[in-house]
């Protein structure tokens, strides 16, 4: 079990709006930002969210991030089949060195 | 453009070893972090080792430590993990991935390798 939790699916139909929730009780994540993943099946992942809050280029506005205390949040409006992926946050573990993944959420645009 | 072309996977007996390829191209490779990440079938992504710029330091995840050793040829802008010992569980997708500021952020990914572990 990831030392970061999230749901292991979500599910909202085409146009809505969709969260999901990435807590690690061991970090803060205003001092140390998480990262977003989008995966699709049969491709590289790619990175959606960084810093928390900061989209790549080429990354929709319709992707964004927040977080408070030890929680982060990535948020999909107008939601689209091609969004339908798993999606998983990341941190760095300062104290440990180590890179650390949540366990991953199954996206399903309805 | 940034690119990540990896090589080196295939099917492999336990015990046995091998060493995974990852040829950057595209940006100045030794002034990035460099990842490698694997996806064992029907799992979830899992980080595997990082490697500084220069590589001055190197951090691995648990499951791996002590088998694998990630190392870098900034001369021939090219990242490797070689794999000792292999054991089933080591049976992944295996992905490298380049590191952007100062925080966990894999900007750019490899195409992925299969690695079978198999007798």
């Known amino acids: 079990q990831s030392v970061l939790t999230q749901p292991p699916s979500v599910s909202a139909a085409p146009g809505q709006k969709v969260t999901i929730s990435c807590s690690g009780s061991r970090f803060n994540f205003g001092n140390n930002p998480v990262s977003w993943y989008q995966h699709l099946p049969g491709a590289a992942p790619k990175v959606v969210i960084y810093d928390n809050d900061k989209r790549p280029s080429g990354i929709p506005d319709r992707f964004s991030g927040s977080q408070s205390g030890t929680s982060a949040t990535l948020g999909i409006t107008g939601l689209q089949t091609g969004d339908e992926a798993d999606y998983y946050c990341g941190i760095w573990d300062g104290s440990l060195s180590t890179g650390i993944l949540g366990g991953g959420t199954k996206l399903t645009v309805l | 453009q940034v690119q990540l072309v990896q090589s080196g996977g295939g099917v492999v007996q336990p015990g046995r070893s091998l060493r995974l390829s990852c040829a950057a191209s595209?940006?100045?490779?030794?002034?990035?972090?460099m990842h490698w990440v694997r996806q064992a079938p029907g799992k979830g992504l899992e980080w595997v080792a990082i490697l500084w710029p220069d590589g001055s330091q190197e951090y691995y995840a648990d499951s791996v430590k002590g088998r694998f050793t990630i190392s870098r040829d900034n001369s021939k802008n090219t990242l490797f993990l070689q794999i000792d010992g292999l054991i089933v569980e080591d049976t992944a997708v295996y992905y490298c991935a380049r590191n952007s500021g100062n925080y966990l952020n894999f900007d750019y990914w490899g195409q992925g390798t299969l690695v079978t572990v198999s007798s």
């Open positions: 595209g940006f100045i490779f030794p002034n990035y972090g």
